[in-house]
């Protein structure tokens, strides 16, 4: 087993606005987080032309909104079913670095849609029309592959369904933190969540990984959130602190909340998120309408570009004595 390497609480920076015991760097960070936090999900939309030539001003626009959500969403004309446009799009932001993932389809960026029986990607959740719950990206990943940003554009959309949810991870945070700070502090913890080994006939697919849900990047000291909803599969450690946080999640995640943000991509609109949490709705597909769902996705270890803790926030000088 391997044990995800980024800072618990414990090797927080003292002025980090991520460290339980600095509620002054918090309360900073807090209120300039929720004076930009978006209202709606129509905030998020960026308008862009051509996604493979972004002109400077879309670039920036992009970025902006990011910075405010950990997400933004594109709207253009390009429903391309070219790969090297997606892949374009994320090295205009910085994304460069894809995650060649078991499901990339060799070339780092996914094509997801629903499979048929007997394909590679049977048994993976993505590749079926039915919902996915709310996650991050690469919750089972090694520390050294932590997917850090996701692209997620629409090729074409099915008949009905298919809308995707998504809540900046930095919020839930705050909410949990304003809530009751130890349930953060547990799940800071490098053992609070463990995903068992994938082992398919007998081959190991996958280490078991364990690790917290939030951590501190040590170079950028971005905030990241390593979880899942899904109960199958995954060991929590045994604390009641530990329930508390997740009941928290679930609650919020089932009754709502005005951060969570509700959107279906139409051709050429896409996602691109510091992998914040989000989720899909089942969708159905019409033959006869010939309407099949085509999303392709990029996961990056990269950030997007611009959108750093400390390129954002004034979050004070260290005021030590000396
Ligand atoms: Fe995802």
């Known amino acids: ?67 405010k959500a950990n997400s933004v969403i594109y709207r253009s004309q390009t429903a391309t079913a070219d790969k090297r446009v997606i892949r374009a799009l994320g090295e205009q932001l910085g994304l460069r670095h894809l995650d060649e993932n078991i499901c990339a389809d060799g070339d780092g960026i996914s094509g997801l849609q629903v499979m048929p029986a007997g394909s590679r990607h049977e048994g993976y959740i993505p590749y079926t029309d039915r919902p996915i719950n709310w996650h991050t990206d690469g919750y089972y990943n090694m520390p050294e592959h932590t997917i850090r940003a996701m692209l997620l554009h629409c090729v074409s959309d099915a008949a009905s369904g298919g809308d995707n949810a998504i809540m900046d991870h930095e919020m839930l945070y705050l909410l949990m933190r304003d809530q009751d700070p130890d349930m953060v502090r547990a799940l800071m913890e490098t053992d609070v969540m463990t995903i068992p080994a994938n082992i398919e006939n007998g081959v190991l697919i996958r280490q078991a990984q364990s690790g917290p849900v939030f951590s501190v990047d040590p170079v950028s000291g971005n905030l990241h959130m390593r979880y899942t909803a899904r109960t199958r599969s995954i060991e929590w450690k045994d604390k009641d602190i530990v329930r508390q946080a997740t009941v928290f999640m679930q609650d919020l995640f089932k009754q709502g909340h005005e951060t969570i943000f509700q959107y279906r991509l139409g051709p050429g609109e896409g996602i691109i998120s510091n992998n914040a949490l989000h989720n899909r709705s089942a969708f159905v597909n019409d033959d006869a309408a010939n309407k099949h769902r085509l999303f392709y996705r990029a996961r990056y270890f990269d950030r997007v570009r611009g959108t750093d803790l400390q390129q954002i926030y004034r979050l004070g000088e260290s005021t030590c004595c000396g």
């Open 1 to 67: 087993m391997t044990t995800v390497s980024q800072f618990n609480n414990r090797e927080v920076p003292q002025h980090s606005p991520f460290n339980l015991d600095n509620d002054q760097a918090y309360r900073l960070w807090r209120e300039q987080k929720l004076a930009q936090y978006p209202g709606s999900a129509q905030e998020l939309i960026v308008n862009v032309d051509n996604i493979s030539a972004l002109s400077s001003d879309e670039q920036a626009a992009l970025t902006r909104v990011c910075a």
